[in-house]
């Protein structure tokens, strides 16, 4: 099925997303602005995009691999979700997890968004659950 995404443009600099690689699963996301990072501040960036999702979906924010890997950067509130409703600017929450400050430039690639589908589910208060193989086992039940 093909659904449509509709990106609104509100800022003259702002890029529309794209894939970097047919079959990629994100959609790169564009900064608008220049900003300087410092080593263990925060940043909200913005992308200049406004956009209208299919029904029944929504939109996770996501950091790229690249700007963790080589410079420490990654996001915060992730994967950031967007809602299906919401119709405002899509901003992006940095963190700089790094020693050295980093220059955030104009039309960098800040981020990667999935759209993914959503279930709607009825809520059935139960004083019975089912058991599995897990069953309450959290963290580090399996041995890593």
């Given amino acids: 099925m ?5 990106i609104k443009l509100v800022h003259e600099d702002a890029k529309l997303p794209y894939r ?3 079959g990629d699963a994100g959609l790169d996301l564009f900064s608008i602005e220049e900003k300087i990072i410092e080593p263990g501040a925060t940043a909200l960036l913005r992308t200049g995009i406004q956009m209208e ?5 929504e939109a996770q924010i996501r950091p790229r691999s690249g700007l963790a ?3 420490s950067i990654t996001l915060l509130n992730t994967p950031g979700t967007i809602d299906e409703g919401y119709r405002g600017e899509i901003k992006v929450i940095m963190i700089n997890h790094g020693k050295q ?10 981020a990667q968004m999935v759209i993914a589908p959503v279930l709607h589910v009825t809520m059935e208060e139960t004083d019975v659950l089912s058991t599995s193989d897990r069953d309450s086992g959290g963290f580090g039940s399996s041995g890593q």
């Fill in 20 to 22: 970097a690689n047919e």
């Fill in 2 to 6: 093909n659904y449509k995404l509709k």
């Fill in 69 to 71: 890997l080589k410079h």
């Fill in 101 to 110: 400050a980093f220059k955030v430039e104009k039309h960098m690639r800040i």
């Fill in 53 to 57: 999702l299919p029904k029944g979906t």
